[in-house]
DNA sequence: CAGTATCCAGATCGATACTG
DNA sequence: CAGTATCGATCTGGATACTG
């Protein structure tokens, strides 16, 4: 087997990280694989502009407002989505995508796609390997 | 704010997806996020041969035995890792890469890298997040 | 409207002990 | 050597009820 020149690459970044920014890179990563985090923002993206706590839990089906909020809050903190609250009554709150939301968007999408796309590798390796 | 344009494909694509996929692809997705499976597939990926369960053991600094189990069955049954045991006293079990777990690898690397050189900005908004 | 607070069931993970 | 089995602490997430 051919050693992953591309990996090597990546390793020799994480090495020269300290513990701490270790640690942020696994929470992003995090964030990368969360359902609910790349729906969130893939709302917001597709959106194209602000959109309201109750506009973003009617997109992302199935998500509990607990959930959502979390979500927020956390994507919110990693500077990925910005939160502005409007002095109204009823209140307004409107999330938008940051310009670093939409990179890690941008970086994450061909990472997707080509899982998205190898589906039936994976769905044929699951079946291959519980038939035995 | 711009509609990310490359966002839309992978949405596209995943909407095609049945949802049995659509879970599969989760799934996945959450290998690629979960710190040990991708450090297992990089220790095995680095290697460029089949390593045994104590070497990945050793090299994966901090997992537990029942985790890389459990870390190593679900990456075999995904089709990543291969599993090969040697009828031998004592017991020899190797493991390696598969195409697909190469393939998992180049795919995962640019989205890595771009976390990685991005510690800073994440580092700074979680810091001017938490200051208020 | 946009949350917060509380409860509770299920998943997860490390540590430990045991085995083919 | 390469696991499996078990226990207890911890974390998670949904459902529900309440509030500025």
Redesign the interface.
């Known amino acids: 087997?051919?050693?992953?020149k591309?990996?090597?690459?990546?390793?020799l970044?994480?090495e020269?990280?300290s513990e701490?920014?270790d640690l942020?890179?696994?929470e992003?990563?995090?964030r990368?694989?969360?359902?609910w985090s790349l729906w969130t923002l893939?709302t917001l993206?597709?959106s194209?502009?602000p959109l309201r706590f109750s506009k973003v839990m009617a997109t992302v089906e199935g998500i509990s407002q607990k959930s959502l909020t979390k979500t927020l809050r956390q994507l919110?903190?990693?500077?990925?989505v910005t939160r502005r609250v409007y002095a109204e009554v009823p209140p307004r709150v409107e999330y938008?995508?940051t310009e670093?939301g939409?990179?890690l968007?941008?970086?994450?999408?061909?990472?997707?796609?080509?899982?998205?796309?190898?589906?039936g590798?994976?769905?044929?390796?699951?079946k291959?390997?519980?038939a035995r």
Do not use: I, Q
């Open positions: 087997m051919k050693k992953t591309k990996w090597d690459k990546a390793r970044l994480c020269a990280l701490e920014e942020l890179v696994n992003v990563a995090t990368v694989a969360d359902k893939a993206a597709e194209g502009e919110e903190r990693d500077g990925l938008a995508l670093l939409v990179e968007l941008e970086h994450v999408e061909p990472l997707w796609s080509w899982v998205a796309k190898s589906v590798d994976f769905a044929r390796a699951r291959e390997y519980d």
